[in-house]
């Protein structure tokens, strides 16, 4: 690539978010973002609902489009690609749903599902067999899965499939959006251990966007939170549960039952 | 016929397309009335270009028709002239606009008849009939769709089912006109009850209006069926019951409110497609309304008649959608947001 | 489904057969004109000695090739115009979706004579027709599945894998919309033979010497008065034609249905309204032995006993499928329709939960909070309407008395403004001041027991808190007993003296909320809850980027 990329320290993240802008009408939805998930690392995103956290991650799959700003994958600022480059940029950041039930075509084998992510215009499975076992593998799921369709896994079981296709084309950035929002808490434990023992292991950069500051807490390196379309506050999961600097965190914080600040009284 | 396509189109769940408007356009209300009318503009270009398009497409040419059989060279020369039909075709179009702009759409090549006029004459007609049919038809099919699916509800009385699809079913597929037909062998033939055919008295409205109205009444009442059961899984239903207001509380505020949308709807467009049904109604019981017009104008090929009770027909079928939409604005501002055919 | 073919299967077979043989008897002029129904001619003869009922069958074969013919052009031309709009970009869909409902709006029998107006009259022109009057209708039923399907998150995430638009509709949404559209094909299907009929029926189609049903209809028509059985054959045969249809697409439809599949089940009432308790028992709900299950089924509460006492607050904690929401539903008389509920004792008071309780005592005395605050109200009332029903249709109250009582209840709750809420919709309030609401409106009556099912699980974590907030006052200042229905052990230790653990249908285990506290328990599964259940480290992370171990 060019000496533009080279000359920006932004080579070194997966991606890298700067004043970015997104208006809906009259609602500006997200203010002034910025902010930079490095490779091979997990950056929390928490917020309540209506904070920006679904828009801003939507924004960098491309699904929203952005008002101003810049956001850069791998270096290369996604809101000014046009054309091929922008399709082939596209497959750079993947995206996993909140509902398993919904992101999986119902009509589709596991093995079809994953080889289109691979190839999207031939998405033969038995071209791919091994890559598929390998991809069904990494989310501890026996190989025989890729026969099967959709409705014949547990939710958790498609969650997992869900995010064997994010990764399988090793994308710069992957986004989480609630992946365990809609599980059985054993289910979401299952998943937060998935993620855990994935560590170091991925070299793409996570995004992974949170209600629940319990579960950051567990499979993030760095949080952000936003607040009314802002970043109120970033940094290093430790440093910012430890010694929130912002009201809107404590209260936060404050709010996780069984967390010392819990209190209903 | 009642176009239960239509009627399907509406069902299913909608394209975002309108949503809550521009953004340039605050107050709801301007926002509605701005699409509707954007809505009735296009509906009146399409129609004007396409009822003009009628006669440069027709086969054969429009003078020699209008000048009548056997009429010498120079006599149909003089009538195409007279008809405007030699000057070019944008002028023509353009002639062809400022004549409905001012109400006058030539005269029928038949009867010499101003078309403004055979179009005023008739309409009031077809009006009566349509309109007699559709209040009769939500009077009867609302409250009968939401009793049986209320007996039907979580499979309670199983054996309604079967009996209340077929009936409908059977009566869906017997066509208006058929209806209409054996309805005067019936009635008027056998019988000898009710007049067969003409607009002489009231009681010759009877027959017209009860063939017009029998299909619509089973689409509609299978309709709202559809619709009173999925209200009745609703959570605000199990709401109501939670707070034990009896059955005849709970139906009439919780479940009747939340069916008229989409009652409503695809009344509108039914009625709206009564008008095509009222055609060959129409024409069975020689009723004289603008569908008997329109048939015996496309028989005779007279096309001033035909371009303009088209025309007619297509602004009154838009009109309808419009209102309905005000009504149920008017009765649920939630509404205001999107077109209600698109919900 | 069965009866529907078996009668197209009937139809298409005379289609075939009639032609081969009753050609002669349909179509050779004879001189026994105009005669009735007799054994020779059971349709009697049309004014040329033709038998009418082989012409009402052989006319069987053009009608359905004509109908099949029109059916397709509207199918296939429908559904790739409404295709093409989806794949279009915004702009032209948006055009183009507005042209369609304009077209849709507008009586296609009427679009149809305009079509048939410009050709000449025939069988060809009358298929083209009715084939191209019905293409709108059906372009914008594929164009709203197509949005609805391609909303939906599994195009949305082939779409970031890059695959072409074109594949996405091959792939992921022309299966998906398979079935609706062919359940609207047989609807397309039965249009098309009403308004091809109807073409042939005013003259504007068939034309002698072929015939259909319509054009013999039409030929009825001016014998109607000499001969009005000629009407008959058409006329059957039309009905029958479409009925077979119809009834395809309602079997059709009915399968994709699951609403279709439910089976009533009539729980048996006990008689007796009032429970005897023992003297002693000073439980508020007693529990004996409750049994839930499909019947005919399996069973999916097995054997379950609880008591709470006045004042206590109870929590039923598992996750799906548990049961928890089932029992807790039984408890407060509210069980879903097709399961059978059974108990050696159900009692909440000294009402008999397995008969049929005075309704408006039942209201009185049960309050129940749901999960979801966004769907528990009905969309098409005011608030103020809603939250005042128990009031006015069990207490007694007045309209402005009941109004007063909810304003007072909900500035309780931290709702501002109450007064000018209870004017609004539900739409208009966030998820967070509903929940609120509906709580409110659950402690107006004084009930003895609160059911929360859920109640905190669809808000905000902030929210969470207040809301939780709200429940533990209630507790304090009126001493409602509550039976609270979580999957969160962290949520509930909070807030509850009992814990109940289910799971499958069972109890298994019972702690108090000092042993959830002091983590004293004791089955595997509780503690596998308790181990799942994420909560806030307050321990130092490592000082490395490396993770935390759990």
Not at chain 3, 63 to 69: E, H, V, Y
Not at chain 3, 126 to 149: E, K
Request: charged share 15%.
């Amino acid at each position: 690539m060019t000496t533009h990329i080279q000359s920006r320290p932004a080579v070194l993240y997966g991606a890298q978010v700067s004043n970015l802008n997104v208006r809906f009408g009259s609602a500006h939805v997200l203010k002034d973002v910025t902010l930079a998930v490095p490779a091979g690392t997990v950056v929390g995103l928490v917020g309540e609902s209506g904070s920006g956290k679904s828009t801003l991650g939507k924004t960098l799959v491309g699904i929203n489009k952005a008002s101003s700003g810049e956001v850069l994958i791998g270096g290369e600022d996604v809101t000014r690609l046009h054309g091929k480059r922008r399709r082939q940029m596209r497959r750079e950041v993947q995206y996993i749903p909140q509902d398993p039930y919904s992101s999986l075509s119902p009509r589709r084998t596991t093995g079809q599902t994953l080889a289109e992510a691979l190839d999207p215009h031939g998405a033969n499975p038995v071209q791919h067999r091994e890559a598929i076992a390998a991809a069904l593998e990494r989310v501890k799921l026996d190989p025989s899965a890729a026969e099967k369709y959709p409705h014949q896994f547990s939710g958790g079981q498609r969650q997992r499939i869900a995010i064997a296709r994010a990764l399988m084309l090793e994308p710069k950035l992957v986004i989480a959006d609630e992946i365990t929002s809609a599980l059985d808490v054993s289910v979401q434990a299952d998943i937060i251990r998935l993620l855990q023992g994935m560590r170091g292991t991925v070299d793409s950069a996570m995004l992974f966007i949170s209600h629940n500051l319990a579960v950051v807490q567990q499979v993030c390196d760095e949080v952000v939170v936003m607040f009314q379309g802002r970043i109120v506050e970033q940094g290093p999961i430790e440093s910012v549960y430890r010694d929130p600097q912002h009201d809107y965190t404590r209260k936060l914080l404050a709010s996780v039952p069984g967390s010392p600040g819990f209190s209903l009284d | 016929m009642t176009s239960s396509i239509a009627v399907e189109a509406s069902r299913t769940p909608g394209v975002a397309a309108g949503g809550t408007g521009s953004r340039f356009i605050h107050h709801p209300w301007v926002g509605f009335s701005l699409r509707r009318l954007g809505g009735l503009v296009l509906s009146f270009v399409v129609l004007t270009v396409v009822t003009f398009l009628i006669v440069p497409l027709i086969p054969g040419d429009p003078a020699v028709i209008a000048a009548g059989d056997g009429a010498s060279p120079a006599k149909i020369a003089g009538v195409r002239a007279e008809l405007g039909l030699d000057l070019p075709m944008l002028t023509q179009f353009l002639n062809y606009v400022s004549g409905i702009l001012r109400l006058d759409m030539g005269s029928s090549f038949v009867s010499g008849e101003s078309v403004s006029t055979l179009i005023f004459t008739r309409f009031p007609f077809t009006a009566e009939i349509a309109l007699l049919a559709i209040v009769l038809v939500l009077l009867i099919s609302v409250p009968l769709g939401m009793t049986v699916a209320i007996l039907t509800r979580g499979g309670r009385n199983k054996w309604l089912d079967h009996p209340f699809n077929f009936l409908t079913s059977l009566i869906y597929s017997v066509p208006q006109y058929v209806v209409g037909t054996l309805l005067v062998v019936v009635f008027a033939v056998t019988l000898r009850w009710l007049p067969a055919a003409g607009a002489a008295s009231l009681n010759s409205l009877v027959l017209p209006t009860a063939a017009l109205m029998l299909g619509p009444v089973c689409v509609i009442s299978r309709i709202v069926r559809r619709e009173t059961a999925v209200v009745l899984d609703k959570d605000y239903v199990r709401t109501a019951r939670g707070w034990r207001l009896s059955a005849l509380r709970t139906h009439a505020r919780y479940v009747l409110p939340n069916l008229i949308t989409t009652t409503l709807t695809l009344s509108g467009l039914i009625l709206a497609a009564q008008l095509g049904g009222a055609v060959v109604i129409e024409t069975v019981f020689a009723w004289p309304g603008l569908g008997q017009g329109i048939v015996n104008a496309i028989l005779q090929r007279d096309y001033p008649v035909i371009r303009g009770i088209i025309l007619v027909l297509g602004l009154l079928a838009t009109l309808i959608i419009i209102l309905v939409d005000l009504i149920l604005a008017i009765i649920d501002p939630r509404n205001l947001g999107g077109t209600s055919s698109d919900v | 489904m069965s009866t529907g073919a078996g009668l197209l299967a009937a139809l298409i077979l005379i289609a075939i057969i009639a032609p081969l043989t009753m050609t002669q008897a349909a179509e050779q002029l004879t001189a026994n004109a105009a005669l009735g129904p007799s054994p020779e001619h059971w349709l009697g003869t049309d004014d040329f000695g033709r038998d009418l009922l082989s012409r009402a069958l052989v006319a069987t074969r053009l009608t359905l090739l004509m109908t099949a013919g029109a059916a397709a052009i509207s199918v296939v031309a429908g559904v790739a115009i409404g295709l093409a709009i989806w794949l279009a970009g915004r702009r032209v869909r948006e055009v183009a979706l507005r042209v369609l409902e304009t077209a849709v709006a507008y009586p296609s029998l009427i679009f149809a004579l305009v079509i048939a107006a410009v050709l000449e009259p025939g069988v060809s022109s009358a298929v083209i027709a009715i084939g191209i009057a019905g293409i709108p209708g059906f372009a914008r039923i594929t164009a709203n599945l197509a949005s609805s399907v391609s909303s939906s998150e599994y195009v949305v995430t082939a779409r970031l894998l890059g695959v072409s638009p074109v594949r996405i509709a091959a792939r992921h949404m022309l299966p998906n919309m398979a079935e609706p559209l062919l359940i609207l094909s047989a609807t397309v299907f039965a249009l098309s033979l009403v308004e091809i009929s109807a073409l042939s029926f005013i003259g504007l189609g068939v034309q002698s010497p072929q015939y259909d049903f319509g054009r013999l209809l039409n030929d009825s028509l001016g014998a109607l008065y000499t001969q009005p059985v000629e009407a008959v054959g058409p006329s059957v045969m039309i009905a029958l034609t479409g009925l077979s249809v119809m009834l395809i697409g309602d079997a059709l439809a009915a399968q994709a249905d699951p609403r279709a599949k439910r089976s009533f089940f009539r729980r048996s009432l006990q008689r007796d309204r009032t429970a005897g308790v023992p003297a002693g028992d000073t439980a508020l709900v007693r529990a004996e032995n409750l049994r839930i299950s499909i019947p005919g089924g399996p069973q999916l509460v097995k054997n379950i006993s609880l008591s709470i006492d006045p004042g206590e607050v109870v929590a039923l904690v598992g996750e799906s499928g548990s049961g928890k929401s089932l029992t807790a539903m039984a408890i407060a008389g509210l069980p879903s329709e097709d399961l059978a509920v059974e108990a050696d004792m159900l009692r909440v008071g000294e009402m008999n939960m397995l008969a049929s309780p005075d309704q408006s005592r039942l209201a009185k005395d049960i309050s129940i909070v749901y999960q979801d605050p966004g769907t528990t109200f009905n969309p098409s009332l005011r608030m103020g309407s809603q939250l005042t029903e128990v009031l006015r249709t069990h207490l007694g109250m007045g309209g402005a008395k009941a109004r007063q009582v909810i304003i007072d209840a909900l500035a309780n709750v931290n709702i501002t403004q109450p007064a000018q809420r209870l004017r609004q919709h539900p739409h208009e309030l966030s998820g967070g001041m509903r929940q609120r609401a509906m709580i409110a409106a659950s402690i107006v009556t004084s009930p003895k027991l609160i059911v929360a099912d859920e109640p905190t699980t669809a808000l905000d974590v902030t929210v969470q808190t207040d809301v939780l907030r709200q429940f533990r006052r209630i507790h304090r200042e009126q001493g409602t007993a509550m039976l609270f229905i979580s999957h969160d052990l962290a949520v509930v230790e909070a807030l509850c003296d009992t814990i109940l653990v289910m799971k499958s249908g069972e109890i298994v285990e019972r702690l108090t909320s000092a042993q959830l506290a002091a983590r004293d328990v004791h089955h595997p599964y509780t503690k596998a809850l308790l181990a799942a259940i994420p909560t806030l480290e307050p321990a130092p992370a490592p000082a490395t980027a490396g993770a935390p171990t759990p």
